[in-house]
């Protein structure tokens, strides 16, 4: 075993309130039991032995299928849930290279297992846009969160990082001079400037089940107003199709899209790692420009800019039609994702929550255009279009294409939905923001707001943030046993699905069909770390505070301790913490937000006689809380929020994350060149 490095000095409180845990508590702590067996049984049942997938998908639903077994673990779950986690992630980049193919077809399912990895990143072969980017990324941030020590993950992030930087010549996706990604699609290997027929089709033409043959609405892409009216079967003839695909290769290709916001979690996760300050740099930058374009715009975002950065260029001026932009068939939420993950970061990586205007001014435009349908519910746009907002209250209904009945996804105006409202007042806690979310719930007629919703599964869907947010304005008191009562319930569904599944290894090969997400951490990240779930498509870890475990040196809760955090404020946050354990104590770290960004004050917490209050200066972002058998305290911290640089490094990491074999910067620019924060302390240096 490696010698363990010692634990600082810090600031500690003792609780000494005997109490039978609260039923929230040990909910928790069967959620984490449960999740436990499930994510080892379903390692057993749907890998080989090397940790490859059975299932036949795209790259970055196979890293999908366990993204949150690292967040898991360290949240507090079992030590074998990131050796799950790192045993899935490097068998799915390494049987996904294109060097080779790992596998032949061995179902009758259109899903196929396609050699997508090039440098353990996306393939030009196989590039993605950012929606699907960081759907496969998700996996990647949070080996940070959960041991930043790894020396291959140290240099897979500074490698990933520079192919959008600009730094790493293979992959010239940034244009540093116009300050654009220069394709929505990118990979190891650059940018995909040109595509065929087959990609021009599926992102133009809303087939696939995607609504029709309609051309502004329910499609990926469009050439408006180059081309107002695509046809159903341009690809027929050769003349049309060689005509539409120079324009798609020009007005959709080589242009960016603020999907590609996105990247600056990329990026920022890079920086987090090794605090090479030209990451930091490249994030504010790129953020900036999208920034500068929206004002320049009327304070409208553009979804699209040409290859010289020019809003709706090669389109007449026209601002929308970009790659999953203003006319997408899931409207602006696409669009969104980029835009908040951006902010977050610059927020995170600043300090400043100036930076945050952005996404408030996005989303007091989709309200200020908004409006009550006949029912008296307020809906808002979720698309533009030729005729401007489009304000239809019917989504367009099944329609047969081809012969096929197609099922319409495009979206009608629609109530707001709570992600961008919800992330947007955690960051801030700004009077304004709140006031926005109690503006939209005064008018918001056919949703249970304390409705916890967890039924969607594990993405950014339903109104789950409602119901967290609706509890710490004190109106739905039994939130947190609610949700974690309804977690515990979905996830014992997975497990009891997965019990009794008799299939063989071939039989899962042919149908192509696992569980999905057995590991739900929506309940643990909101109940434990008071924030909201991480941006599914690509953000990374919000906490108020989160969790090590003092005595075993690694992050999370410790064991048989559960964690509530109860309050909420601009400068304030309350924490329940209950060793559920009769016998033995625990020892835990609490630390000021997700990466140490935050500082703690005075802290106040219950006095051995129970009667009165004591408190504790802390001025830093640790605290030491001793927690003898059966034992609870509530602490009630003063925050300063986003006042120190944030970093992966843990506790007991002092100056450095100790990252054995550290890999040193490649910028271009010699002035940039440092190893950061990734220095081993473990051996002297060498000596010539």
């Known amino acids: 075993m490696p010698r363990k490095p010692p634990l600082p000095q810090l600031p500690t409180i003792k609780g000494h309130a005997l109490t039978a845990p609260p039923a929230w508590a040990l909910l928790e702590r069967e959620l984490f039991a449960l999740m436990e067996d499930a994510a080892r049984l379903y390692a057993r049942e749907y890998f080989e032995a090397g940790g490859a997938t059975l299932m036949a998908e795209d790259v970055d639903d196979l890293y999908e299928q366990c993204y949150n077994f690292g967040l898991f673990y360290a949240l507090g779950a079992h030590d074998d849930l990131l050796e799950l986690h790192l045993r899935h992630w490097n068998a799915v980049t390494r049987v996904s290279d294109v060097s080779f193919q790992h596998r032949t077809r061995y179902n009758e399912h259109k899903k196929i297992f396609r050699p997508s990895i090039y440098r353990e990143f996306w393939s030009h072969s196989q590039a993605m846009e950012w929606h699907h980017l960081s759907e496969g990324n998700m996996a990647l941030y949070d080996f940070g969160v ?20 600009g730094d790493d010549p293979e992959a ?6 116009h ?59 050769p003349a049309r199709a060689k005509q539409v695909l120079d324009l798609f290769n020009r007005l959709v290709l080589q242009c960016d899209t603020p999907n590609s916001l996105a990247a600056t979690a990329l990026v920022t996760h890079a920086y987090l790692q090794t605090g090479d300050e030209r990451y930091k740099r490249w994030v504010l930058d790129y953020t900036e420009a999208w920034w500068d374009r929206t004002k320049a715009n009327g304070g409208i975002c553009p979804d699209n800019v040409d290859a010289q950065g020019v809003i709706g260029g090669g389109r ?109 007042y955690h960051a801030s806690m700004a009077t304004e923001d709140r006031d926005l979310i109690e503006s939209i719930r005064d008018r918001d007629t056919e949703r249970d707001w304390n409705d916890v919703d967890v039924g969607m599964g594990e993405k950014n869907r339903g109104q789950i943030e409602f119901a967290r947010y609706q509890y710490y304005e004190g109106r739905n008191p039994d939130w947190p046993e609610k949700l974690l009562r309804a977690e515990y319930t979905a996830a014992l569904n997975s497990y009891r699905e997965m019990v009794e599944d008799e299939r063989s290894h071939l039989d899962i090969i042919q149908s192509n069909r696992v569980p999905m997400h057995v590991v739900l951490t929506k309940a643990l990240t909101q109940v434990t770390t008071g924030a909201p779930q991480s941006i599914y498509n690509g953000g990374l870890l919000r906490a108020t505070v989160r969790y090590y475990d003092a005595d075993r040196l690694r992050p999370g809760l410790p064991p048989d301790t559960a964690a509530l955090v109860d309050e909420l404020g601009s400068d304030r946050v309350g924490v329940q913490l209950v060793n559920c354990h009769r016998n033995e104590p625990r020892r835990l770290i609490v630390q000021a937000g997700a990466f140490g960004e935050h500082h703690f004050g005075e802290v106040h917490f ?61 910028s271009t620019n010699p002035a940039d060149r440092t190893e950061g924060r990734g220095s081993w302390t473990g051996l002297p240096p060498d000596r010539d």
């Open 606 to 666: 219950d006095r051995a006689d129970g009667e009165s209050l004591d408190s504790i200066r802390v001025e830093g972002k640790y605290l030491l809380v001793e927690l003898p058998p059966g034992a609870a305290v509530r602490l009630s911290a003063e925050l300063q929020r986003f006042c120190a640089t944030p970093s992966y490094a843990f506790p007991w990491h002092t100056d450095s994350i100790p990252v054995p074999f550290p890999q040193a910067s490649v």
């Open 179 to 237: 300050r654009i990604l220069r394709s929505p699609f990118q990979s190891a290997q650059g940018p995909v400037l040109e595509g065929d027929i087959e990609l021009a089709h599926t992102m133009l033409y809303a087939g696939r089940g995607l609504g029709g043959s309609c051309n502004y609405y329910g499609v990926r892409a469009s050439l408006y107003p180059i081309i107002k009216d695509l046809e159903v079967r341009w690809y027929e003839k």
């Open 146 to 165: 959960a041991d930043p020590t790894i020396s291959e993950n140290e240099r897979r992030a500074r490698r990933f990082a520079d192919m959008f930087t």
């Open 316 to 424: 007449e001026g026209c601002f929308w039609g970009g790659q999953y932009g203003w006319n997408h068939y899931q409207g602006y939420n696409i669009m969104f994702h980029g835009i908040n993950i951006a902010v977050e970061c610059c927020q995170l990586l600043t300090g400043d929550s100036s930076w945050l205007e952005f996404l408030r001014s996005q989303v007091r435009l989709l309200v200020d255009n908004g409006f009550e349908r006949p029912d008296g519910q307020f809906v808002v746009p979720t698309r533009y279009g030729p005729d401007g907002w489009d304000r239809s209250l019917q989504p367009p209904g099944p329609s047969v294409l081809d012969g096929i009945e197609m099922r319409g996804y495009a979206q009608e105006a629609s109530p707001m939905r709570s992600q961008e409202m919800i992330h947007l």
């Open 172 to 177: 010239p996706n940034y244009d540093a001079n």
